[in-house]
């Protein structure tokens, strides 16, 4: 069965630090990668995603992910963050050309201003 | 151009009875997904509608029903309440609902089985 696991439930940084949470999925065949991220009293949206081509995807706001094949894992970063990037952030896999995605528990970062 | 809305926004129910919550897609939409997000969770696939049949479940009990409409709204049908079934009821629309495809989640419908 497909899982995501995301290595930290709670994260704090002070505005300009670098940001990198970890996620790791557990699928052998063909992913389609995701990472969500809910703002203070918004809905989920999308970050970014992946599905094909150059590994590092790049999205939304200055963040961008790397997809490494051989580690399941797909982490996400950014290089320096902003009060406003505090949220709570969810990996999420949909695997083998199906219709179901799976969420990771997320991660609640908290940015220092 | 209007979002995915979802009704109601809080909801309370006594354990064994049925509960429906209601979604409305994105504009242009046709394919409606329902989550359930239990606190501190992830959300959790229940099930997507396409052409309004049920495509693919995730792991819920037979209770949990749904339908969708000709208009692509969908519906999520709960029976037999449990107290494990108070969650976060999130619903997500995409066109066409292909594995890479972008979902657009709604506010979601807390409910409450006490």
């Known amino acids: 069965a497909q899982s995501v696991s995301q290595h930290n439930h709670h994260v704090i940084l002070s505005e300009a630090a670098s940001l990198e949470l970890g996620c790791n999925y557990s699928?052998?065949?063909?992913?389609?990668l995701f990472w969500y991220v809910q703002y203070p009293g918004q809905h989920l949206q999308l970050l970014l995603k992946?599905?094909?081509?150059?590994?590092l995807v790049k999205g939304i706001k200055g963040f961008e992910a790397e997809f490494i094949k051989s580690k399941f894992s797909f982490n996400l970063r950014k290089p320096s963050v902003q009060w406003s990037d505090t949220a709570e952030y969810f990996c999420?896999?949909?695997?083998?050309?199906?219709?179901?995605?799976?969420f990771g528990a997320g991660t609640r970062l908290f940015v220092k201003a | 151009d209007a979002g995915v809305t979802q009704s109601p926004t809080h909801l309370i129910k006594t354990r064994g009875q049925q509960v429906t919550l209601r979604c409305s897609p994105k504009?242009?939409?046709?394919?409606v997904s329902w989550y359930q997000q239990a606190l501190g969770q992830g959300p959790q696939f229940i099930f997507q509608?396409?052409?309004?049949?049920?495509?693919q479940r995730g792991n819920f009990p037979d209770r949990f029903s749904g339908h969708q409409f000709p208009n692509y709204s969908s519906e999520l049908n709960v029976n037999a309440l449990l107290l494990g079934d108070s969650a976060l009821y999130l619903c997500?629309?995409?066109?066409?609902?292909?594995?890479?495809?972008?979902?657009?989640f709604g506010p979601g419908t807390r409910l409450t089985v006490t």
């Open positions: 997500a629309s995409s066109l066409r609902g292909g594995a890479g495809d972008e979902q657009y």
């Open positions: 699928y052998g065949g063909t992913v389609n």
């Open positions: 992946y599905f094909s081509g150059d590994p």
């Open positions: 999420a896999v949909n695997g083998g050309g199906g219709f179901k995605t799976i």
């Open positions: 504009s242009g939409h046709d394919t």
């Open positions: 509608y396409y052409e309004e049949e049920e495509r």
